[in-house]
C-alpha cells in the first residue's frame, strides 16, 4: 500500500508570500497525483490533478510539480482566500485504490 | 449548474445501517464515475469506495470489510451507500464526489457535494 505523507504539518505565511507544499510517496506513483483544498465547514477543491495541471478555474497562482515520488504544490503569492488546508492523493490501478496524505494547514502568520 | 447533495446521515447507535443518498443534477449522471470519501471529526480525508459509470467496476477501501455497500441508480441521477455492521469509528463527515470528466474510468474527484455527517454513538 502506498502512503503519502505531506510536510510541513502547518505553514505559517503571510499573504503576499510564496507557499511549498510537499507530498512524497512511499513508491513511485508516476504522475497519478491530485492536490485539494479545503477551507473550514467547505468540501474540498480539486486545485491540481495529473501532477501539474490546475483544474477548471484555479488561478495561475497555484502550480504542482514533481513525478514519481516527490510532488510539490507551489503558491506563487499567498492572497486571504488562501489559508486552508491542504491534502494530496494519489491513485494506483493495481489493486485499485485512492490515498488521500494527512494534509498541510497553510495559516497566516 | 453541477450539483451533489448529500442525504441520509444522522444518529446510529453501534451496529446499525444507515443509507446514504447523493442527488446529483447539472450533468449526464450516466456518464460519470462517482465517489465517496469521507472525513472523521478534525482529521483528514478517507476515500471509501467508487463505482463505474454502468455500475461494472466498483471499489472499496479495505478498512471498510466489506460493510458498505456503493451503488447508482442512473434514470434517478443517484448515487448510494449502504452503510452495514456501524462503528463508532465511522463517524465522519461522507462527501460523495464525481469524476473530473466523463468516461474516463476512474479520474479525480471534481466536484464534491457539501456532504451529510453520520453519528454512531450509543
Known amino acids: 500500500e502506498i502512503v503519502l505523507t505531506q510536510s510541513p504539518a502547518t505553514l505559517s505565511l503571510s499573504p503576499g508570500e510564496r507557499a511549498t507544499l510537499s507530498c512524497r510517496a512511499s513508491?513511485?506513483?508516476?504522475?497519478?497525483l491530485a492536490w485539494y483544498q479545503q477551507k473550514p465547514g467547505q468540501a474540498p477543491r480539486l486545485l491540481i490533478f495529473?501532477?501539474?495541471n490546475r483544474a477548471t478555474g484555479i488561478p495561475a497562482r497555484f502550480s504542482g510539480s514533481g513525478s514519481g515520488t516527490d510532488f510539490t504544490l507551489t503558491i506563487s503569492s499567498l492572497e486571504p482566500e488562501d489559508f486552508a488546508v491542504y491534502y494530496c492523493q494519489q491513485r494506483t490501478n493495481w489493486p485499485f485504490v485512492f490515498t488521500f496524505g494527512p494534509g498541510t494547514k497553510v495559516d497566516i502568520k | 449548474e453541477v450539483q451533489l447533495v448529500e442525504s441520509g446521515g444522522g444518529l446510529v447507535k453501534p451496529g446499525g445501517s444507515l443509507r446514504l443518498s447523493c442527488a446529483a443534477s447539472?450533468?449526464?449522471?450516466?456518464?460519470?464515475?462517482m465517489n465517496w470519501v469521507r472525513q472523521a471529526p478534525g482529521k483528514g480525508l478517507e476515500w471509501v469506495s467508487s463505482i463505474s459509470t454502468r455500475s461494472s467496476y466498483i471499489y472499496y477501501a479495505d478498512s471498510l470489510k466489506g460493510r458498505f455497500t456503493i451503488s447508482r441508480d442512473n434514470a434517478k441521477n443517484s448515487l448510494y451507500l449502504q452503510m452495514n455492521s456501524l462503528r463508532v469509528e465511522d463517524t465522519a463527515v461522507y462527501y460523495c464526489?464525481?469524476?473530473?470528466?466523463?468516461?474516463?474510468?476512474?479520474?479525480?474527484?471534481?466536484?464534491w457535494g457539501q456532504g451529510t455527517l453520520v453519528t454512531v454513538s450509543s
Open positions: 447539472g450533468f449526464t449522471f450516466s456518464s460519470y464515475t
Open positions: 495529473d501532477a501539474s
Open positions: 513508491q513511485s506513483v508516476s504522475t497519478s
Open positions: 464526489a464525481r469524476d473530473r470528466i466523463a468516461a474516463a474510468g476512474f479520474e479525480w474527484f471534481d466536484p
